[in-house]
Nanobody, 118 residues
Framework: QVQLQESGGGLVQPGGSLRLSCAASGSGLSGTRMGWYRQAVGKQREMVATITSGGTTNYADSAEGRFTISRDNRKNTIELEMNNLRPEDTAVYYC????????????WGQGTQVTVSS
């Protein structure tokens, strides 16, 4: 069993910055890919950024150049630094962990709201 604890999020003006954090606890956390996904009202959930335990990152086109994902394997945490936020970044952001080796698993956090508005 894996638990994900998210923090950060909130209300920010366009052009502002926010940092999201996610801490994973449990067993089998090596060999995993962690990341952030988001879901805006009326839209499907989409990938924002992911990072493997080896440090390989992947970003959505919309996040490239504005967002940075990082990971601390000793603490089993990831952070998403979001800069130059836009109103279209408004969504519920979910932390995700996926084990890439057997036994595989996928877990989701409860989500944290990010609102970009003046």
């Amino acid at each position: 069993q894996v638990q994900l604890q998210e923090s950060g999020g909130g209300l920010v003006q366009p052009g502002g910055s926010l940092r999201l954090s996610c801490a994973a606890s449990g067993s089998g956390l090596s060999g995993t890919r962690m990341g952030w996904y988001r879901q805006a009202v009326g839209k499907q959930r989409e990938m924002v950024a992911t990072i493997t335990s080896g440090g390989t990152t992947n970003y959505a086109d919309s996040a490239e150049g504005r967002f940075t994902i990082s990971r601390d394997n000793r603490k089993n945490t990831i952070e998403l630094e979001m800069n130059n936020l836009r109103p279209e970044d408004t969504a519920v952001y979910y932390c995700n962990i996926r084990r890439l080796v057997t036994p595989v698993f996928v877990y989701w956090g409860q989500g944290t709201q990010v609102t970009v508005s003046s």
